[in-house]
């Protein structure tokens, strides 16, 4: 596959990354066009209808921090997203996550498990549809997230930090409907218990021989030829 970034419906078979590949989950900072969070992860498949990745326990991540080094969420809501910002690197804490992703959703399913693979719950995080280039997948976070519990309820979160990412700026009026809208659309896939999570991923488990991905010292790099 050339660098260059595409539409995930785009693309031929030959540009899917097999099974056990490293590639890159990142996501752009809403007030600029730098990434701000960078995951390595694990492809577990990659199909025209599907893009399914393992972010292992302990994979050293990119995330935002304040200037001086305070996590963002330690920061009072009313100036967390008015205060500057650096990135900083960490290893991800507790069980490993999987990601499904459905081209041109507006949104992924990430699923959490307690340690001794107890399932915790489904989580729906709002972003942009991602990106495709040759080492990974490009997003943006729209702040409103859904969190599915093995019974199926369902709840909003993150509403507080989705009213004040629009008080501030970081999401218009119009940007804010079509955020509030994909998440109309996800809730009716939980109520309808459609696909992805009717298809038995919470009994999925990690190959055993894959290892940890690592983080490139050129992970924030730009693709050289950008497409739509």
């Known amino acids: 596959m050339t660098e260059q970034m595409t539409s ?7 540009d899917r990354w097999a099974p056990g590949e490293h590639i890159l989950w990142r996501y752009r900072d809403n007030a600029s066009e730098s990434f701000h969070i960078c995951r390595p992860v694990t492809v577990v498949q990659d199909t025209p209808e599907l893009l399914a990745v393992w972010m292992a326990p302990g994979t050293r991540c990119v995330k935002p921090v304040l200037a001086d080094g305070t ?14 910002r650096t990135t900083t690197t960490s290893r991800w804490f507790g069980t490993g996550v999987l990601k499904l992703a459905r081209p041109g959703d507006p949104w992924s399913v990430w699923l959490f498990w307690e340690r001794g693979w107890r399932f915790k719950n489904w989580y729906v995080n709002l ?5 495709r280039w ?3 997948v490009d997003s943006r976070d729209h702040f409103l997230d859904i969190a599915v519990a093995p019974d199926r309820h369902w709840q909003w979160l993150d509403e ?15 940007q804010a409907g079509r955020v509030r809208a994909a998440g109309l659309a996800a809730v009716r896939e939980v109520e309808s218990w459609a696909t992805p999570f009717a298809d038995g991923w919470e009994n ?3 190959d055993p021989r894959w290892g940890v991905p690592e983080l490139p010292d050129d992970w924030d790099r730009t693709p050289a030829h950008m497409t739509t």
């Open 71 to 84: 996590s963002v969420h330690q920061e009072p809501l009313a100036t967390r997203y008015t205060k500057p």
């Open 127 to 131: 972003e942009e549809p991602r990106a």
């Open 160 to 174: 507080d930090e989705f009213a004040e990412a629009r008080r501030v700026g970081l999401l218009d009026e119009e």
């Open 134 to 136: 040759e080492h990974g």
């Open 8 to 14: 995930e419906t785009g693309g031929s078979r030959e």
């Open 204 to 206: 999925w488990r990690p």
